[in-house]
């Protein structure tokens, strides 16, 4: 046998010797290397040619270039440079090969060499002028696009180096041996041919995307932030190396270890990875596979748009999954070989250490394979949430007012929060199916190989535990649908809620409220428990998958005679490990497939929902017409199945610059008149014409989170002169040097800290400064005093807007007479037009206006004598004097203010959200883990899984050890006994493992409740203070987002950590077995994967928290956009809040792709370090035979185990900081659960009597209050007595303070000193609900929840339907209600929005009449309604409540002089505090100015 081979070798040798170029006459010459290379250098002299000419061109051009030139995109510059280095490698590699094969020339003197030594110098001269011709056109002219000459060129010459490439393997075949330097250049050649053949490809089509893009992007956009995603990033910068190890993340990994990352560290996203540059695209997809109509968007043509806007990131993760599932097939395929080998039956010399080269190929593709498939599935993953969430938001711009009735808020932002974050989860799992499918089959492969014929038993089995799933499947979306039903329900309600958090703790509801919301958590966790035990019902029948079907496979084999050897056993049982994990992952990928199908269900019926009609309003060129508005026989309908229309035949004229008023009684239909006139309401018959642009100020002022400047440009440049105007005009100067940073103050969500009167302005302001043709403003002086509404009315409608057109509505009849067009509405119809003198006694409608107007004047005039009243309102002094405002401040009381601002404390309201920072703590671990049952379940959890693990090793031992070494070898114990020991062991450990999953499904939903109601219960239990100062969407992410998290996800992964680390810690017990050795290795290489995770750590933990803070403010926005959606379309300024919503989403994708970045930049260089080790035990296993104490069949055992090694080495640090990741959700949960709580509800030995308050007595001493310890005081030093049974009217500038009193008497917010006491008790010493529930208030924004009329008038359900129909009849709203299909069981939409204002107010009024309070609080209660309406209500109190204490806050002058006593307030100092009588006797009062002011306009108008 040697003398063979050695004669064998020695004719190999003679072989090369003799046909190094030497051809056989029948070798064609087309494969003969002469013709090769000789076309090659052809090509190359070619190429220098045309460089000589190009050159010589652009000398005599340069001359005349202009110095202006497109831009060119970042990514052709990557390119470009690119393209310039990979040159200058093939440079030097040429030039290497050409001294090496010069040496060679020199000892041969054959024509073909010379050819060949030719062609390698031709190359390096060429490749070197290339370089220097790239270099110039760099450096020099700037130019980095690429010319098509050289594009062409590519494409030739990758066509010559791939033929040379084949030649070489065909002459190899034919046994012809050229010398390695041919077949090394050929190969190199081959290589940088392809490359260069790619980047001219892309190139190419990138120079195409900036010539389409260019034109398109006006220099305002280029300006503007979101043009700042196309420029250069580290992904786009990075080279080929770079991106294939990940290390273009290391520097931001590198300053997140040194620093506290901050949204500044983080570098923009990439035109792919922008929402500026996937919307568009998407956007276009869903038009052309919807046809142009977005209202028939189907779940599959929804899934369509997603994956054309998204294929390429697809394709090239699909890819990668491909040669990832190939690789992990290595091992198994050649464990038999190996164990053969191992057993001393080497076929070829050098066998083992070929065995471990190729088993370590086939490691790192898979390592390297399996980092970019996962970091491109979830690249995809935040492309599709970006893109999902702008076309929700996109949507919820334009939905019609019956959609957002079918949808509430609530129900939208689970739609962006929860729906399309599962959609973006989803491609985790998007490749599952096919994988599945293709590992299979490659197991099946193997199997056959290993095991023959027995195999089809195995692919049965496979087959049936596939098919399972179809049952499990719709079983999980059945629950699925359910859960994220009741997820809706809850949002629902808690939006609602946190919007109304002030009614709610004022009427002491808040705690029934919560007890709704645990209500329906409850039905929700209901279905979240059916889904968990479901879940873990699959994963435990899938994870005995392999088990089962290792029984059905052995079997087979005893029953049919195959006999089983120690190396086919491994070889299965390695491939049963690798079918694991499709067959273990089948469940969550059909539970994933069933959550993503009702997520993409839900949106798509979203999208379907109706838009308003585009074609409401027929808006005709500026300045064509000088009618302004004009409506022709108009029906229009907020219901379009609605029998009766909303609006009915509407015919009005507005010329330009006419001043239009609206009134009418609550609910004639003017707020609808106005929405139609804006487009809101659909249209069913008639024209509506506008002809300039249009501003609108809306009755409920929307005012957005952020500074009030930002309020009042809404979007315009700063115009200085013209801004202090408007803020002049709209008396606004004044509050602004108030508050503590003037117009840079920021404001809370819905301006929560400032006044109703100070919103008002701030709105009015707002439209002001559009500088629009049309100005519609709804009731737009109800919030503000009576001075203050003079001067808006002066300044503004008579005075900035003299030359506009104004549509206003109004209930104060004496704006009427200076309008140029009186409208009166009646039930949906204008039942009167014309001038005020005009109509005033042509109809009843207006004159029971009037009517009412007058007897509340004769009110005024029975105070005082007429002459007096005469001469006041006609002196110009003292009417010049109301110009600075008739409640004049004492020169001291400004001292005292300037005095007290300069020594207070300042601050804004609404501070950054608050983020941990650093590591995680364990104390939020161990509150986790011993949330549920005290942590009783841990030890049972990990004691189970252990025992799985022995089970499952031992079950595998056995296998290894009992079976004989070869077919040959007698078994050591008989097939029979093998299997049946084998299924036992297997049947334990699928028991173990049952049992494991149970309990950490018990537990994780224990502490998911718990959780969620200790978070509910504290912020519920919050002071008022708390949702001042916290925008909603920060507490609406932690219950949607976070709880989210808790409910599904937290549970497995912190369980994960521990079964990985078991898991780990026995494949290295098992490998320990054969080689101790391996821990020499094993240690160091464990210590570095601790470095990096520890290095790794400190920038993903605070990424992951970057992504919990940034994602609030985008429900936020669109929270705020949904509810101004009205004011936003009416400025036609959709746009811009659409840009802000995708630069903030941007924000949001931000810390999230670089998270995943940095996820995949640690594993793979733990996988390398892992690699090391599998190497050195491959190694050490060929190398030292004799060192192996353990047999072969267990030495072969740990091998398969090796396979592993890598891989759950990865998972574990993986896990550990996916779950650091997570457990940020329980971190930011226990954030809030640990948010100061108000004082107790009840105080038992404090509890008032039954019948407390009996008098009605209210004592204010010394009250000094601020809204927040860095904020200035609000009220400043109060001293004053409400008597019992006395009605006190509060009045004073906006923002002097009134609403603050009466929140600190039902003590929103604590006095910082001083005390109020009612009949001789402190509040302060009482439950808030013992106080509040027996005070009744009527709010300044009257407040409807979504429900029935019932429950809006008795939430607490203590009253008969006899007695809510009484109060209904006492506050004029029996009719109403008695005409509604449902009467008391009629729907209350979100808000109330299916009511106007004036009826909402009167419901409030209902409310108090059911209570019967012996002190009433009236804050603004008639603002939004009529004069006649608002004097039944003042009767109908003065009926029901002539023995309570009554403290009415009012602007309206004729509310306030029915009082008994009338408090002044200025600046949060009492100015006057006695009888109206007395007040109005002395002419300076501030009162008796007031009163002058109202008389006057209300007798002779504005323009007298």
Not at 125 to 147: I, K, T
Not at 151 to 162: E, G, L, T
Not at 735 to 741: A, G, N
Not at 1133 to 1155: G, V
Request: glycine fraction near 6%; hydrophobic fraction near 40%.
């Amino acid at each position: 046998m040697h003398e063979s081979q050695v004669i064998h070798h020695n004719h190999q040798m003679e072989l090369l010797d003799s046909s190094k170029l030497e051809m056989s006459p029948e070798t064609s010459f087309f494969l003969q290397p002469i013709f090769t290379h000789g076309l090659s250098c052809s090509l190359h002299l070619a190429l220098l040619l045309v460089l000589l000419i190009t050159w010589a061109c652009h000398k005599t051009k340069v001359r005349n270039r202009e110095t202006g030139r497109i831009g060119v995109s970042n990514t052709a510059v990557l390119y470009y440079r690119q393209t310039l280095f990979c040159c200058l490698i093939v440079f030097a590699f040429n030039l290497v090969l050409s001294v090496l094969n010069f040496f060679f020339w020199y000892k041969n003197d054959n024509f073909d060499e010379i050819v060949i030594a030719v062609d390698f110098v031709i190359k390096t001269v060429a490749w070197g002028a290339l370089c220097v011709y790239l270099y110039s056109r760099l450096s020099s002219s700037g130019e980095q696009d690429f010319p098509r000459f050289l594009r062409i060129w590519c494409w030739a010459y990758s066509f010559v180096c791939c033929s040379c490439l084949v030649i070489d393997f065909v002459l190899y075949r034919k046994h012809v041996f050229l010398p390695i330097i041919y077949l090394i250049s050929d190969i190199g050649s081959t290589l940088s041919g392809l490359f260069f053949c790619y980047v001219g490809f892309s190139a190419s089509n990138e120079a195409k995307r900036v010539l389409l893009e260019e034109p398109l992007l006006s220099s305002d956009y280029r300006e503007s932030n979101s043009y700042e995603c196309y420029k250069n990033t580290p992904y786009s910068k990075a080279g080929f190396f770079s991106i294939v190890t990940f290390s273009w993340m290391s520097t931001l990994i590198a300053v997140g270890y040194k620093k506290t990352l901050g949204l500044e560290d983080l570098p923009l996203l990439s035109s792919h990875d922008s929402v500026y540059g996937t919307f568009p695209t998407f956007r276009k997809n869903l038009e052309s596979v919807c046809s142009d109509d977005l209202s028939r968007v189907t779940t599959i043509k929804l899934v369509k748009a997603l994956i054309y806007s998204t294929w390429k990131g697809i394709l090239s993760s699909a890819i990668f999954a491909f040669f990832y599932t190939c690789a992990s097939y290595v091992g198994p395929f050649l464990i038999d070989v190996f164990v053969e080998y191992l057993n001393g039956q080497e076929s070829f010399k050098n066998e083992g250490y070929i065995l471990t080269v190729a088993f370590l190929s086939g490691k790192l593709v898979e390592c390297l394979a399996q980092r970019h498939w996962m970091f491109r599935f979830q690249q995809v993953g935040v492309r599709f949430q970006s893109m999902l969430v702008a076309m929700i938001y996109a949507k919820g711009l334009t939905l019609s007012c019956q959609s957002k009735e079918g949808r509430t808020s609530g129900e939208i932002i689970n739609l962006m929060t929860v729906d399309a974050a599962r959609i973006g989860e989803f491609c985790w799992y998007m490749h599952d199916p096919w994988m599945a499918v293709l590992q299979v089959t490659l197991a099946l492969v193997v199997l056959y190989r290993s095991v023959g014929i027995a195999s089809l038993s195995a692919f049965a089995a496979t087959v049936l535990m596939m098919l399972a799933n179809l049952p499990l499947g719709s079983l999980q979306e059945k629950f699925q649908r359910k859960l994220m039903e009741s997820k809706d329900t809850r949002m629902k309600a808690t939006t609602e809620i946190l919007k109304n958090m002030r009614i709610l703790k004022l009427q002491a509801w808040e705690m029934k409220f919560l007890s709704r919301v645990i209500e329906i958590r409850n039905t929700e966790t209901g279905w979240l428990k059916k889904f968990l035990f479901s879940s873990g019902m699959t994963r435990f029948l899938f994870s005995s998958a392999p088990t089962f079907i290792a029984m059905v496979t052995f079997g087979t084999c005893i029953l049919i005679g195959i006999p089983l050897d120690s190396g086919k056993i491994l070889a299965a049982l390695a491939t049963f490990r690798i079918l694991q994990q499709p067959i273990s992952n089948l469940p969550d990928t059909i539970s994933m497939i069933a959550q993503t199908k009702v997520s993409l269900d839900r949106i798509a019926s979203f999208l379907c929902l109706q838009e308003i009609q585009s074609d409401v309003v027929e808006r005709l060129p500026r300045g064509s017409s000088d009618t302004a508005i004009e409506i022709v026989d108009g029906n229009f309908s907020w219901d379009l199945s609605s029998p009766v229309p909303t609006l009915q035949n509407i015919n009005i004229n507005i010329i330009h610059g006419f001043r239009v008023a609206v009134c009418g009684t609550v609910g004639s239909g003017k707020s609808s008149l106005l929405s139609c006139i804006l487009g809101e309401v659909s249209k069913l018959s008639g024209t509506l014409k506008m002809c300039g642009t249009k501003a609108y100020v809306a009755q409920s002022p929307w005012i957005q989170g952020g500074k009030i400047e930002e309020n009042v440009l809404f979007g315009k440049e700063m115009d200085r002169e013209k801004y202090e105007k408007i803020l002049e005009a709209c008396s606004l100067k004044r509050d602004l040097e108030i508050l503590p940073f003037g117009d840079q103050t920021v404001i809370g969500e819905r301006g929560i800290n400032l006044s109703g009167g100070q919103k008002q302005r701030v709105q009015i302001a707002r439209a002001l400064y559009q500088d629009a043709d049309i100005y519609i403003l709804d009731d737009p002086f109800s919030a503000v005093d009576a001075h203050t509404g003079s001067h808006l009315f002066k300044e503004c409608l008579l005075g900035l807007l003299s030359s506009k057109t104004v549509l206003y509505v109004t209930h104060q009849l004496e704006f009427l007479p200076d309008a140029d067009l009186i409208l009166v509405m009646k039930d949906g119809k204008i039942t009167q037009s014309g001038k005020y003198n005009d109509i005033l006694n042509s109809g009843t409608d207006f004159m029971e206006l009037v009517g009412a107007h007058r007897e509340a004047l004769s009110a005024i005039n029975s105070l005082e004598r007429k002459p007096t009243f005469r001469e006041t309102s006609t002196t110009a002094k003292e009417t010049d004097s109301l110009s600075a405002f008739g409640l004049e401040e004492e020169v001291e009381n400004k001292d005292v203010q300037k005095e007290d601002d300069n020594r207070g404390p300042k601050g804004q309201l609404v501070q950054e959200e608050e983020r941990e920072k650093g590591k995680v703590g364990f104390e939020v671990y161990w509150k986790y883990i011993t949330t549920a049952y005290g942590g009783a379940l841990v030890p049972f959890i990990l004691l189970l899984h252990v025992l799985f693990q022995v089970f499952q090793i031992g079950s595998n031992y056995w296998m290894a050890l009992a079976a004989p070494v070869s077919a040959t070898t007698e078994p050591p114990v008989g097939s029979f006994t093998l299997l049946l020991v084998y299924v036992a062991l297997a049947i334990a450990s699928s028991f173990c493992n049952m049992a494991r999953t149970m309990l950490v499904f018990v537990a994780g939903y224990k502490t998911a409740t718990t959780l969620f109601n200790k978070l509910h219960v504290c912020f519920f239990r919050a002071p008022m203070s708390f949702f001042d100062s916290t925008p909603s969407g920060r507490i609406l992410n932690r219950a949607s987002t976070d709880q989210s998290a808790v409910d599904m996800s937290i549970p497995i992964t912190v369980a994960g950590v521990a079964f990985c680390l078991i898991q780990l810690l026995a494949n290295i017990a098992v490998m320990s077995q054969i080689a101790w050795q391996v821990f020499l290795v094993f240690i160091p290489v464990v210590a570095a994967c601790i470095w990096y995770q520890r290095y790794y750590s400190e920038s993903a933990r605070e990424l992951s928290r970057l992504v919990g803070t940034c994602e609030a403010p985008v429900i936020q926005h669109f929270s705020e956009t949904i509810s101004g959606s009205m004011t936003i379309r009416s400025f036609d300024q959709e746009a811009r809040f659409q840009d802000t919503n995708m630069k903030l989403i941007d924000r949001y994708s931000k810390p999230k792709l670089y998270s995943t970045a940095a996820m995949e930049w640690l594993c793979f260089r733990l996988d390398m370090l892992s690699s090391i080790t599998f190497a050195f035990s491959l190694v050490f296993l060929i190398s030292f035979p004799n060192a192996i104490s353990a047999p072969e069949g267990i030495a072969g055992l740990a091998v398969t185990y090796g396979f592993n090694l890598n891989m759950l080495q990865a998972q574990l640090i993986w896990t550990l900081c996916n779950m650091e990741n997570k457990i940020i959700s329980v971190e930011r949960i226990f954030q809030y659960t640990n948010i100061p709580s108000e004082p107790p509800l009840v105080i038992e030995e404090n509890r008032p009597d039954c019948s407390w308050p009996s008098y009605g007595e209210v004592h204010i001493q010394d009250l000094q209050v601020r809204y927040a310890p860095h904020l200035p005081l609000v009220l400043r030093g109060l001293t004053c007595t409400f008597n019992a049974g006395v009605k006190t009217g509060i009045v004073g500038r906006t923002g002097s303070g009134k609403s603050t009193l009466v929140q600190t008497l039902f003590r929103l917010i604590e006095p910082t000193t001083g005390q109020i006491l009612i009949d001789g008790i402190g509040i302060s010493l009482t439950g808030l609900h013992d106080l509040r529930s027996r005070l009744s208030i009527i709010p300044q924004d009257p407040t409807m929840f979504q429900g029935t009329v019932r429950s809006n008038l008795d939430p607490l359900e203590e009253y008969t339907d006899e007695q809510i129909w009484e109060a209904l009849a006492m506050c004029q709203l029996g009719d109403e209600v008695r005409k509604k299909e449902g009467r008391l069981d009629s729907i209350v939409t979100e808000n109330g929005e299916n009511w106007s204002m004036g009826q909402r107010q009167l419901v409030c009024l209902g409310r108090v009449l059911l209570k019967k309070s012996r002190i009433l609080v009236l804050d603004e209660a008639t603002a939004s309604v009529d004069t006649a309406t608002d004097n039944i209500i003042q009767q109908t109190l003065k009926q029901h409540f002539s023995e309570c204490t009554v403290i009415t806050i009012a602007h309206r002058i004729t509310s306030i002089l029915d009082s008994d006593m009338v408090l002044v307030l200025s600046q949060g100092l009492i100015e006057e505090y006695d009888s109206p009588n007395r007040l109005l006797k002395n002419k300076s009062s501030s009162l008796a100015q007031l009163v002058a002011e109202y008389s006057r306009r209300s007798n002779s108008g504005f323009e007298a």
